[in-house]
């Protein structure tokens, strides 16, 4: 069965960091692109970052461009997601998702994502 999981979320204050984690099972992990959307309280899914097959191509929302670092492990079917200079508006439930989710129908994320990992950044 197709499974991912996040991990590593959690409460900091404005400034700190955190490193997300995402453990992919049951599929071809080393073949997709993978992606992290997170969801702010009351607000709609937003596109974080997609890393590419290989991971050599990574892309950010402009918003945490600079802050936050996607990689992937494809040895261990991992994709991480550090999060640097975090702000408040930062806080979200995170997920990570198969696939590039600027592309991604919304039957196909809900499919292919985690159960989330909760950041919460305040002072």
């Known amino acids: 069965e197709a499974q991912l999981v996040e991990s590593g979320g959690g409460s900091v204050q404005p400034g700190g960091s955190l490193r997300l984690s995402c453990a992919a099972s049951g599929f071809t992990f080393v073949v997709y692109p993978m992606s992290w959307v997170r969801q702010a309280p009351g607000k709609g899914l937003e596109w974080v970052s997609t890393?590419?097959?290989?991971?050599?191509?990574?892309e950010y929302t402009a918003s945490v461009k600079g802050r936050f670092i996607i990689s992937r492990d494809n040895a261990k079917n991992m994709v991480y997601l550090e999060l640097n200079s975090l702000k408040i508006e930062d806080t979200a439930m995170y997920y990570c998702?198969?696939?590039?989710?600027?592309?991604?129908?919304?039957?196909?994320?809900?499919?292919?994502r985690g159960p989330g990992t909760q950041v919460t950044v305040s002072s």
């Open positions: 890393i590419d097959d290989d991971g050599t191509r990574p």
């Open positions: 998702a198969r696939g590039d989710f600027r592309y991604m129908a919304a039957d196909y994320f809900n499919q292919w």
